[in-house]
C-alpha cells in the first residue's frame, strides 16, 4: 500500500472542527432538555384516563419510532417549506430531533412509570399526600431514577444521531468534517478524526449524566447503586 497518510492538513482546521463539535453539542443538549420535557409529558398523557388523550400520544409515538430520523428532519425542514411553512435549519433541525427523542423517552419513563407498585400510591394517599406530591415524590422521580440508565443511552444516541442533520444542512461535526474532507481530500484522516471526537463526546457526555445522577439521586448515591 502506497498511501501516505496526511494528518497535518486536517488537523490544520481544528477551529473548523471546534466550531462543528460546538454546534453538535448545542443541538445535542437542546434536544435533550426539551425531548425530555416532553417525553414526559407524553409520558404522563399515555396513562392518562381520558382514552383519546392516550391514542392521540400513541399514535406520535408509533408514527415516530416507525419512520426514520432522516425522513423526519426532511419533512419537517423542507417538506413543510414547499406550503409556506419556513423553518431556520438550525431551528428545524432541533425540532427533528426533540419531536423524535420525545417519543423514545416518554416509553422510557411510560416503562419506569409502570414499575411503580400501586401499594406505593396507596401508601401516599395515606399519609394525606397531594396529587401533586404523589406524582412527583412518588411517580415521576422515583420513576425516571429506574430509567436514567436507559435515558442516558438514548440521549447519547441521539446525540450521534444528530450528525444526520448535516444531511439537511446543519453545519454540526458532520458537515464541517465533510466540508474539510472535500477541500483536503484526506478521506480516512477526516473520518478518524472524526471518529475519535464523537468518541470524546459520548464520553463526556456519560460522565455529564453520571455527575447528574450523584446530584440529584441521592438515595442512590448513598446506597452505593450504579447509575
Known amino acids: 500500500m502506497k498511501y501516505q497518510f ?3 492538513s486536517v488537523l490544520a482546521q481544528w477551529p473548523l472542527l471546534l466550531e462543528g463539535a460546538w454546534v453538535t453539542v448545542e443541538l445535542s443538549f437542546l434536544a435533550t432538555v426539551i ?4 417525553g414526559a409529558l407524553c409520558a404522563v398523557a399515555r396513562n392518562s384516563r381520558r382514552p ?4 392521540l400520544v400513541g399514535a406520535y ?3 415516530i419510532r416507525n419512520t426514520p430520523l432522516l425522513i423526519q428532519s426532511y419533512f419537517l425542514i423542507f417538506g413543510l ?6 423553518l431556520p435549519i438550525m431551528a428545524g433541525a432541533v425540532l427533528a430531533l426533540v419531536i423524535n427523542i420525545g417519543a423514545y423517552t416518554c416509553e422510557i419513563i411510560r416503562a419506569g412509570m409502570d414499575s411503580i407498585h400501586k401499594g406505593q400510591l396507596e401508601a401516599a394517599d ?4 397531594s396529587p401533586v406530591q404523589v406524582f412527583w415524590h412518588v411517580v415521576l422521580r422515583p ?5 436514567y440508565p436507559s435515558l442516558t443511552s438514548q440521549f447519547v444516541l441521539l446525540m450521534l444521531a444528530s450528525s444526520i442533520m448535516s444531511a439537511v444542512g446543519a453545519e454540526e461535526l458532520l458537515g464541517i468534517a465533510n466540508r474539510i474532507q472535500s477541500d483536503t481530500f484526506r478521506n480516512f484522516e477526516i473520518f478518524l478524526v472524526l471518529w475519535m471526537v464523537y468518541l470524546g463526546l459520548s464520553y463526556l457526555m456519560r460522565l455529564g ?3 447528574l445522577g450523584q446530584i440529584v439521586f441521592t438515595r442512590r448515591r448513598k446506597l452505593g447503586t450504579p447509575l
Open 52 to 55: 383519546w388523550l392516550r391514542r
Open 126 to 129: 395515606c399519609l394525606g399526600l
Open 35 to 38: 425531548g425530555f420535557v416532553l
Open 81 to 86: 417549506s414547499s406550503i409556506g411553512a419556513t
Open 209 to 211: 449524566f453520571w455527575l
Open 6 to 8: 496526511d494528518f497535518a
Open 143 to 147: 420513576a425516571v431514577e429506574r430509567v
Open 61 to 63: 409515538v408509533e408514527a
